[in-house]
Each structure stands twice: as C-alpha cells, then as structure tokens.
C-alpha cells in the first residue's frame, strides 16, 4: 500500500488477481434495485420522468485521506456519503453508484473488501434502496477512489444554485463545523514528531475516540431532506462540502444576490469553524418567506439584493474562503 496500515495482511491485490478481487468485492456491496447490476458492460437505472441527475467524486490517499486515520470502512463510508449528497442537493433521491477504485499492487485484498462494506453502510444508512450498478478495478501507486452517482428526480425539476430571490429565507440541514474541528485535532494530536499522520499518536491522544473526529471520517449528510427541499419549494440549494462561506458564496454568486447571516440565529452556532471549515456534507437552501421550513432545516439568514459581497453578517463582508485542495494540501502523505 501506499501507506502502511499494519492492521490488514493476507492476500494481496496482486496475489488474487482482477477478476477474483472483483468478485470479492462485489459480493459484498449493496445491490439497490437496479434494471441491471454489476456483471454486464453497464448497469441499468431507471429514470421514470425521462430525466436524472449525476454526479461524479474523487478521493486521494493523501489530500482526502489518510490510512493513518481512516480505516478502509471509512474510506468507502465516506466517499458513497460525499456522492449521495451530492445527489440530494439537487432534490433527486439517489438511485445508483458506480465505483472505480485504483490500489497498489500490494494492497491486502481485505483492505477492498473492508472498503465495500463501508460503501454498504453508508447507503443501508442513509440512502436504503440505492445500489451499486458497476465499477472499474485498476492498479495505481496511489490508493484512489471515483464514485458517480445517479438520482432520480421524481417528476419535478432540479433544485439549482441560480434560482434563490430577494426576500427568501436562507435555512441549513445538517451538522456544521465537527469535520473540521475533527481534522483539525488529528492534524495537531495524531501526528508524531516529525508532524506525519501516525496511528498510534492517533490512539495515545484519544482523538481516536473523539465524536467530531467520528464525522470527520463518516459525515452523515441529511440525504432525505434533499427531496423534501424540492417538493417543499425550495428556490435554490446546494451541498456544503467545503464549508457554508465558502459554498455560500457559491450560491449567490449563481443567483446574483447577498446572502445575510442573521445575528440571532435558529438553532445553529455559526463560529469560525462552522463558516469555514468543510467537509460536513449538510445542505444550504433558500425557500419563499411564507414557507414552513421542512425537515431538520433551520433558518441561519435571508437573501437580499445584489450588492459588493457575497455574504455579509451585521452588514459586514464574510470571507467566502473554505476548503480548496489546490490551495489547502501541502502535498505529504500519510
């Protein structure tokens, strides 16, 4: 493996061979209720109203992740999470996954399989009856993951980012900030004393054990209120996977409006973490003024007219900054 993770042995990727590896691997994925599975050029997913949405992610052993903290059910936990919200952000309910995964050739053959079957969890989890359709098995220096998604839109039109109005209300679903603060420990408490990612300093920490940590490593984004979003009216929305400043900034740049944090807010604390760390995977929305905000949505602000910032809180400019893998990843493994 590109990294050590001293806790898988056995078989090797290239001990077993593609078509053992795959079969393996297969057998232990959720199968969803495709037209037609895994086992044909491609898989079939139906898309009743002519129309469905998708998506496309990568992971990185390095600028996204790290065996040193993250066990391989982590890993496909979290990237079946990072797509399914990617779908639900759209208003769609996710209906197929299709996996491409490129290993070093001395990958432990258990490391995959401990892989899909955190792929398996986290669509029992949080988007049941979603499957994976196909997939692609390579070989690589670096351990790399690309998950697409497919949604189905149920019959109504795609929730965009250009579609908030002036006088909406701006409301949030989902955790805000306990990714960040989790990377944030393992970064300071999980390191050794040359500052690399270490699984014993992991361990001898306690971060380890740390909730926030937790969700740094599995988000749970609130799938089900994506739908709900769409058939509740929803005018605009989109998923906060680099942090609500950041993402903010992204929906009124689309829409031309100022998005304004409210002072007193409902239900959420808004600190620096919270604007601008990322990776929680929650949902931004914006919905008419007269509208009972479903789900676990919460109002945070309110649109108003186009003016010189983004985003402003107190009528003061927010820094629409986040999580940028281009400019935020010093290039080191773990």
Not at 40 to 61: I, L, N, Q, S, Y
Not at 163 to 187: C, M, P, Q, Y
Not at 272 to 282: C, F
Request: with cysteine; charged share 20%.
């Amino acid at each position: 493996m590109d990294a050590t993770y001293d806790a898988w042995a056995g078989p090797t990727v290239g001990d077993l061979g593609e078509l053992v590896v795959l079969d393996r691997i297969v057998r232990r994925l959720p199968a969803g209720s495709p037209l037609l599975g895994p086992g044909d050029d491609c898989g079939v997913v139906a898309a009743p109203d002519g129309r469905f949405v998708v998506t496309t992610d990568m992971m990185v052993h390095g600028p996204d992740f790290r065996w040193a903290w993250s066990s391989p059910e982590d890993v496909g936990w979290k990237a079946a999470a990072t797509n399914l919200s990617d779908v639900c952000a759209m208003g769609a309910v996710p209906s197929g996954l299709v996996i491409a995964l490129a290993a070093p050739q001395d990958t432990p053959v258990a490391v995959l399989e401990s892989f899909a079957d955190g792929v398996r969890l986290a669509v029992d989890a949080l988007s049941p009856g979603c499957g994976v359709v196909g997939g692609d098995l390579s070989t690589s220096a670096t351990f790399t993951v690309s998950v697409t998604a497919f949604g189905d839109l149920l019959g109504h039109d795609p929730v965009l980012r250009s579609g908030a109005r002036v006088g909406d209300v701006l409301a949030v679903s989902g955790e805000l900030g306990r990714a960040a603060r989790g990377l944030t420990r393992l970064f300071h408490e999980g390191v050794d004393a040359a500052g690399e990612p270490s699984r014993a300093a992991t361990l001898a920490s306690g971060a380890d054990a740390d909730p926030d940590v937790a969700r740094q490593r599995r988000p749970v984004p609130p799938i089900a209120d994506g739908p709900l979003a769409a058939t509740t009216g929803a005018t605009a929305m989109l998923d906060l996977s680099d942090g609500l400043a950041i993402d903010a900034g992204r929906l009124a740049r689309a829409s031309g409006v100022t998005l304004s944090l409210e002072a007193a807010l409902d239900g959420a604390v808004l600190d620096e973490v919270a604007l601008h760390g990322g990776e929680d995977h929650g949902l931004l929305a914006t919905f008419p003024p007269d509208t009972a905000l479903p789900g676990g949505f919460r109002r945070i602000g309110v649109v108003l007219d186009r003016g010189d910032a983004d985003l402003v809180r107190g009528g003061v400019a927010v820094p629409t900054t986040g999580w940028d893998p281009y400019a935020d990843w010093d290039g080191a493994a773990g």
